[in-house]
């Protein structure tokens, strides 16, 4: 008989009798941080030992103490919680494989690895095999599935979110590599043993680098957090560094670990002398102009209700163009742009703007903070050229599949370290993030590539909403949606309108987001809906 369960937080577990079809326990209400789970009751059955252990398995503390009392002398010691987390949905439930066997079954769509990698997917169902044994008449779990099992409401509890910092390659920027740990005692020391032992792969080439000597870790001190002030011990390699090395260890350290007001380093226990270098702090998220950029009347720049407020001699340049897409600096001072000739560069100053790639069915450009313009036909997302302003020209080679591909967006990150694809294949959408790989600040590869997932709508435009999330807008039989997804985070629909062709990131996160319709409305984020801004737009631009 299948047993339908789910796990209780503050809602309590059955006290006597046996667990049958109908008893469902939910944590699915609130779940206190502090909630304090029991240890196995006495007489109790199979049933109900699995069942409360799973429940048990909520709270991190003391190395999930208490839950492993629920498993086998042999098995307590060699149970890994850390291996893997399966974040379910809906109701699990228990069915008897044999007199000392159950098969806990559910729906799960994400999981976190032991690394702390978020990893969401398609829901799937999956079987989880426990097997009993008997000591001292009272049954126990002989061996179970390695990792926990949490809803979704317990995971956003239970677990943080802790974004790793490290140096884009020119130390300008500090770029966040999202992980997922529990909250317990002893996270930091998870958090800065991530730091140092590196980025994700999809990171690493030299996408972004880390300030820390190679080989360090964690000293014997560990890491001590009191009044907000982070004491991070460090292996003897740390003492190598020079002091600007150091100043960019403890800036890492700073950005990495939430809630720190400063950082004292030492090895061994002495501190780490980290004197004043007169170095600029690297930026964390960078931010653009709060008001769109938007071409409309013959006009060119920042929009308010029913002003434009132009940008020096770039927007008379991109209104001559014809401009059907633009890219604009952080400097203002150059753009990317596109017209039905194709891309150009776009200067203030006397220069006239240059065509720098006159391939056909281009895709709208993108700029980067080292004035790289980035150009792919939309046909072939092989072809991803970088330009400088000059028109020289530079082969970005990458693993893009190229089968039946279309070209839907293609952006670079604020921090320039990396590119954002939105694809329409043969077999779906397909959107992607890959560190970029520069070669003395060439750009000459993408690293691997990141996969986000996506729904099946046909696809529109995608964007940066910030130094961590993109959005999509995609497109179903009779509206447009938008979605966010966190880069190593959990993806949530923001809403419908109808219309939308183009989406652009501004700041604060999703309240930031514009989206332009058919009928030359922008709207923006209100709530869970959507409304008109009161501005007009035939295009909107993307700043960098």
């Not at 044999?98 to 976190?112: G, I, K, M, Q, R």
């Not at 820390?212 to 740390?238: C, R």
């Not at 039989?477 to 993806?491: F, M, V, W």
């Not at 008109?532 to 035939?538: D, F, L, P, Q």
Request: aromatic content about 6%; overall charge negative; charged content about 20%.
């Amino acid at each position: 008989m299948a047993t339908a369960i789910t796990l209780a937080a503050c809602g309590g577990v059955p006290t006597s009798g046996n667990v049958t079809a109908g008893d469902v326990v939910s944590d699915d209400v609130e779940l206190d941080i502090g909630f304090a789970p029991q240890g196995p009751r006495a007489d109790s059955t199979q049933e109900e030992i699995m069942q409360e252990f799973l429940l048990a398995a909520i709270d991190p503390q003391n190395d999930y103490r208490v839950a492993r009392e629920f498993l086998a002398e042999s098995f307590a010691g060699t149970w890994n919680p850390d291996a893997l987390t399966t974040i379910r949905t809906g109701v699990g439930t228990q069915r008897r494989v044999s007199d000392t066997e159950l098969n806990y079954s559910l729906t799960t769509s994400a999981s976190v690895s032991n690394d702390g990698h978020y990893q969401e997917s398609d829901a799937e169902t999956v079987s989880l095999p426990f097997t009993f044994v008997k000591e001292g008449d009272q049954w126990r779990i002989s061996s179970a599935p390695e990792g926990i099992v949490l809803s979704e409401d317990s995971f956003g509890v239970v677990f943080g979110e802790f974004a790793l910092h490290y140096f884009d390659p020119t130390y300008q920027y500090l770029v966040p590599d999202v992980r997922w740990f529990p909250n317990r005692s002893g996270t930091s020391v998870r958090v800065v043993s991530a730091l140092l032992a590196g980025q994700s792969s999809w990171l690493s080439n030299g996408a972004l680098i880390s300030a820390f000597p190679a080989g360090t870790q964690l000293g014997d001190g560990f890491v001590d957090i009191t009044s907000g002030v982070a004491t991070v011990d460090l292996s003897e390699e740390a003492d190598g560094a020079n002091s600007l090395e150091r100043e960019r260890m403890r800036q890492q350290l700073s950005a990495s670990l939430n809630n720190v007001t400063s950082v004292v380093m030492t090895v061994g226990g002495i501190p780490l002398s980290t004197p004043e270098t007169g170095a600029l702090p690297a930026v964390v998220n960078p931010t653009v102009e709060p008001a769109p950029l938007v071409l409309r009347d013959n006009q060119f720049g920042y929009a308010s209700n029913d002003d434009v407020t132009t940008i020096g001699q770039i927007s008379g340049k991109v209104v001559e163009l014809g401009a059907s897409a633009v890219a604009l600096a952080r400097n203002r001072s150059e753009a990317a742009v596109r017209n039905d000739l194709g891309v150009y560069a776009v200067r203030a100053g006397a220069s006239e703007p240059l065509l720098v790639d006159a391939r056909g069915g281009l895709a709208a450009p993108s700029i980067d903070n080292a004035g790289f313009i980035w150009s792919v036909p939309v046909g072939d997302g092989s072809a991803i050229r970088a330009y400088e302003l000059d028109g020289t020209e530079h082969i970005v080679a990458s693993t893009v599949p190229v089968t039946d591909a279309r070209v839907v967006s293609m952006a670079v990150s604020r921090d320039g370290a990396r590119l954002l694809l939105y694809l329409d294949t043969a077999i779906g959408p397909r959107l992607y993030v890959a560190g970029i790989v520069r070669q003395d600040g060439v750009p000459s590869s993408l690293g691997e590539l990141f996969a986000l997932p996506v729904t099946a709508e046909t696809p529109l435009a995608a964007t940066w909403v910030d130094n961590r999330t993109v959005a999509t807008l995609s497109a179903s039989e009779d509206e447009t949606l938008i979605r966010s997804l966190e880069i190593g985070g959990p993806s949530a629909l923001l809403g419908r309108i109808e219309g939308g062709v183009n989406i652009v990131g501004g700041n604060g996160g999703t309240d930031g987001l514009r989206v332009l319709t058919t009928d030359g409305d922008v709207f923006r984020p209100r709530g869970t809906s959507w409304q008109r801004t009161g501005i007009s737009a035939e295009m909107l631009g993307t700043q960098q």
